[in-house]
């Protein structure tokens, strides 16, 4: 689209379209949460219930625009979920998968220094050697604690878990776009929508994961 006002007024109408749908949604939200998470076999994809089986008809438009808007629509869904994964994945501090190793690692850490602390308390009590036991038993109770804090936090946050997700939501999305390319305007339609159901099913496995971890940690 090369011609400034209709692109403007086509911000305009799809910022009105959001908050319109955020205002009928967020009353409901509760309610809506508990829906998608007890959608074990992830069939309420479409908020509208006319897009299950296909799209609404809807106006004839000419090739040409057929496909700038699939091309947009490309980038705006395709783009933007491959972005969001290769975040996921990507080694850094907020990675799940990073997060999930730091844990693993410092668990592992605290209980090797807890069985050290524990030998050396089993040494000084057999040598006899006065003013070491106390000590010693609260760093081997401190990194009891620690390994403890470091696993409930591991097995409640599920940083492992969204790690893996996250790699098979990414190749999922690169396998679904590989014939992309290829496909007339019908075909192309047909992986928008895979892609939307694939990208509820990513959301559903999300919010539940959240939603058990706020259960664990509470």
Excluded at 28 to 54: E, G, I, M, Y
Excluded at 61 to 81: C, K, M, T, Y
Excluded at 101 to 113: F, I, N, P, Y
Excluded at 137 to 147: D, E, F, P, Y
Aim: proline share 3%; aromatic share 8%.
């Amino acid at each position: 689209m090369t011609d400034p006002a209709a692109l403007e007024e086509l911000h305009a109408k799809r910022a009105e379209a959001l908050k319109s749908f955020a205002d009928r949604l967020n009353p409901k939200s509760p309610a809506a949460l508990f829906d998608v998470l007890r959608d074990s076999t992830a069939q309420h994809v479409w908020q509208d219930a006319r897009w299950s089986a296909a799209p609404p008809s809807g106006k004839a438009l000419p090739a040409s625009e057929i496909g700038e808007l699939l091309d947009a629509l490309r980038r705006l869904r395709f783009g933007v979920q491959r972005h969001y994964a290769i975040i996921a994945v990507q080694e850094h501090f907020n990675a799940p998968g990073v997060r999930s190793t730091w844990l693993h690692r410092g668990a592992d850490a605290l209980t090797v220094a807890m069985l050290i602390a524990s030998l050396l308390l089993a040494l000084s009590l057999l040598f006899g050697l006065e003013g070491w036991d106390r000590a010693l038993i609260a760093l081997a109770a401190s990194c009891a604690a620690g390994v403890a804090a470091f696993r409930t936090l591991e097995e409640g946050l599920r940083y492992g878990d969204d790690a893996l997700r996250m790699a098979w939501y990414l190749a999922a999305i690169d396998a679904l776009e590989a014939d992309y390319d290829r496909l007339q305007a019908s075909g192309r339609i047909r992986l928008h929508r895979e892609l939307e159901a694939l990208a509820y099913r990513e959301m559903r496995e999300f919010l539940t994961s959240h939603h058990r971890a706020r259960f664990v940690l509470q």
